[in-house]
């Protein structure tokens, strides 16, 4: 059971917007940073936003982050067929002299 | 531009010692950043093992701690990662990654192409 909780599955039609939720604690999103990263069918997993909203360079505007409390969300506007992946949230967790906890993933379908 | 390269065995022997090396190209280990290790299990998310400073600090997993260590060679521009005492649950592609750490900050980028390790007898 990962510590970083998110919905296992969610989809949307081309043009759409989705929205995926990262549920942590205090220790984790509550106090550092929120990281989603993204990963594509066979593909090693690629970052998508960095300090909780930030985009790196290449990665579409479509794509954006917020946090709030204990909680953390990613959203895609104008869904594509591309999007279909697997996208994972991730944060710093400050207990046991601190370590990386990640979400369980949440399976993005295009219909 | 930074890239990596896991590199080792793919099947491993249930007790037996897991070794993989992450070559990088394109940046210098020794000027900075840490270096890291993820997994993933077939069919299931990701796990963080831990990083490593090329200086030697090194965060790892509480859970693999007993059993981990990641080592840097400066000299040949790569790191590499040590499981011992490896079961079926130690089945996963192996993921390197440079990581960037600091404070409440920590996220990997970029990410090598990923390495399948089976543990079978």
């Known amino acids: 059971q990962s510590v970083l909780t998110q919905p296992p599955s969610t989809s949307g039609t081309p043009g759409q917007r989705v929205t995926i939720s990262c549920s942590g604690s205090?220790?984790?999103?509550?106090?550092?940073?929120v990281y989603w990263y993204q990963q594509l069918p066979g593909t090693a997993p690629k970052l998508l936003l960095y300090?909780?909203?930030q985009r790196p360079s290449g990665v579409p505007d479509r794509f954006s982050g917020s946090k709030s409390g204990t909680s953390a969300s990613l959203a895609i506007s104008g869904l594509r067929s591309e999007d279909e992946a697997d996208y994972y949230c991730?944060?710093?967790?400050?207990?046991?002299?601190?370590?990386?906890?990640f979400g369980g993933g949440t399976k993005l379908t295009v219909l | 531009q930074v890239q990596l390269q896991e590199s080792g065995p793919g099947l491993v022997k249930p007790s037996e010692t897991l070794s993989l090396t992450c070559g990088v190209s394109g940046y210098s280990i020794s000027s900075g950043y840490f270096w890291g290790w993820i997994r993933q299990p077939p069919e299931r998310g990701l796990e963080w093992i831990g990083h490593m400073y090329h200086s030697g600090s090194t965060y790892y997993n509480p859970s693999l701690k007993s059993r981990v260590t990641i080592s840097v060679d400066t000299s040949k521009n790569q790191f590499s990662l040590k499981l011992t005492s490896v079961t079926a649950a130690d089945s996963a592609v192996y993921y390197c990654a440079r990581a960037y750490t600091s404070g409440p900050l920590c996220y990997f980028d970029p990410w090598g192409q990923g390495t399948l390790v089976t543990i079978s007898s």
């Open positions: 205090s220790s984790n999103i509550g106090s550092n940073y």
């Open positions: 300090n909780n909203y």
């Open positions: 991730a944060a710093w967790d400050d207990r046991l002299s601190g370590h990386v906890v």
